[in-house]
């Protein structure tokens, strides 16, 4: 072996010439797969140099539907993927999840007084918690779908700071989705999806030196009165909402949980099944953070 190179291409059988991963566009592939790594390899083979091309450390997209009983614990999973994929494991994933029973997330900055109803949340016995990423306040429950993609960060890729990061991602669901809404979805504000102005899904990222968390939900069948009874019209709110009550702001898709799960999986090419134990990681942050009134009240 005489020299290595390295460079980002697409979906490619293991092995090629050197001269065809030459005549790719190489900008165009770092826009549309970021995160497939291989190593141009120069051998000696019967007296000859020859290139060849082969995977090393490939990020592959990982499919996971992984729903737990508590919300604390389904905040904690996707701390737990991402701290996984940190800490050594290559493997990016998308992973699927529901809420069994209402409960409130603020986003990491939130101040639960300013931006919950607390009161009311008391009074019907709902949770609040908070999660790891950014973003406001938001209501999970029955009629809700969440995703969450823990993507490799790359040189090169549309996914080196958060602004680009947000574009990357919602640009691939806005195409991912029209086809079986069957209408015009637009990207508002900075990180939401809406059909006519009216949003249903909201988004948020967080990132680590290595790898970013971005995470969703989409309203699908979920009772929109509760946005109206827990949360207070955010002080920060983005343009296009023009100060609208949440019964103004939001919809439901009202199309089948599995046709967004299969169009957001065939946008990722998450086709193999996830199989590290989480678990242990996961219990651990419920005792250490998500269950914790300094953690969720911390604001």
Same mark, same amino acid.
């Given at each position: 072996?005489?020299?290595? &190179?390295?460079?980002?291409?697409?979906?490619?059988?293991?092995?090629?010439?050197?001269?065809?991963?030459?005549?790719?566009?190489?900008?165009?592939?770092?826009?549309?797969?970021?995160? #497939?790594?291989?190593?141009?390899? @120069?051998?000696?083979?019967?007296? #000859?140099?020859?290139?060849?091309? @082969?995977?090393?450390?490939?990020?592959?997209?990982?499919?996971?539907?992984?729903?737990?009983?508590?919300?604390?614990?389904?905040?904690?999973?996707?701390?737990?993927?991402?701290?996984?994929?940190?800490?050594?494991?290559?493997?990016? %994933?998308? =992973?699927?999840?529901?809420?069994?029973?209402?409960?409130?997330?603020?986003?990491?900055?939130?101040?639960?007084?300013?931006?919950?109803?607390?009161?009311?949340?008391?009074?019907?016995?709902?949770?609040?918690?908070? @999660?790891?990423?950014?973003?406001?306040?938001?209501?999970?429950?029955?009629?809700?779908?969440?995703?969450?993609?823990?993507?490799?960060?790359?040189?090169?890729?549309? *996914?080196?700071?958060?602004?680009?990061?947000? %574009?990357?991602?919602?640009?691939?669901?806005?195409?991912?989705?029209?086809?079986?809404?069957?209408?015009?979805?637009?990207?508002?504000?900075?990180?939401?999806?809406?059909? &006519?102005?009216?949003?249903?899904?909201?988004?948020?990222?967080?990132?680590?030196?290595?790898?970013?968390?971005?995470?969703?939900?989409? *309203?699908?069948?979920?009772?929109?009165?509760?946005?109206?009874?827990? *949360?207070?019209?955010?002080?920060?709110?983005?343009?296009?909402?023009?100060? @609208?009550?949440?019964?103004?702001?939001?919809?439901?898709?009202?199309?089948?949980?599995?046709?967004? =799960?299969?169009?957001?999986?065939?946008?990722?090419?998450?086709?193999?099944?996830?199989?590290?134990?989480?678990?242990?990681?996961?219990?651990?942050?419920?005792?250490?953070?998500?269950?914790?009134?300094?953690?969720?009240?911390?604001?």
């Amino acid at each position: 072996m005489l020299a290595y &190179g390295y460079g980002i291409t697409p979906e490619l059988p293991t092995y090629f010439c050197l001269w065809q991963a030459r005549t790719m566009d190489q900008q165009k592939i770092r826009a549309t797969e970021p995160n #497939r790594i291989v190593r141009i390899v @120069r051998l000696r083979v019967d007296n #000859r140099s020859v290139s060849k091309i @082969r995977y090393v450390n490939c990020c592959q997209m990982k499919y996971l539907d992984l729903t737990f009983r508590s919300p604390a614990a389904n905040l904690a999973c996707d701390e737990a993927l991402i701290d996984l994929s940190e800490d050594g494991c290559e493997d990016e %994933v998308l =992973r699927f999840w529901t809420a069994p029973q209402p409960f409130v997330v603020l986003g990491f900055a939130n101040q639960a007084g300013a931006e919950v109803n607390l009161e009311a949340c008391r009074r019907r016995n709902i949770p609040v918690l908070r @999660r790891c990423s950014g973003g406001g306040a938001v209501v999970q429950g029955p009629g809700c779908l969440n995703y969450s993609l823990v993507l490799r960060i790359q040189d090169s890729s549309p *996914l080196l700071n958060i602004s680009e990061t947000n %574009v990357y991602i919602m640009k691939r669901h806005q195409v991912a989705l029209e086809p079986i809404l069957k209408a015009a979805v637009t990207v508002e504000g900075h990180t939401d999806l809406t059909l &006519g102005k009216l949003k249903f899904s909201g988004n948020a990222q967080r990132r680590k030196r290595r790898y970013l968390l971005f995470h969703g939900t989409f *309203l699908l069948d979920f009772d929109l009165s509760l946005l109206t009874e827990l *949360l207070p019209i955010p002080a920060r709110q983005p343009a296009y909402r023009e100060n @609208r009550p949440h019964a103004r702001f939001v919809t439901n898709l009202n199309v089948p949980p599995d046709s967004i =799960r299969r169009s957001l999986s065939a946008a990722w090419k998450a086709t193999e099944t996830f199989h590290s134990i989480l678990q242990p990681a996961v219990d651990r942050l419920v005792d250490e953070k998500y269950s914790r009134d300094d953690w969720n009240y911390r604001f």
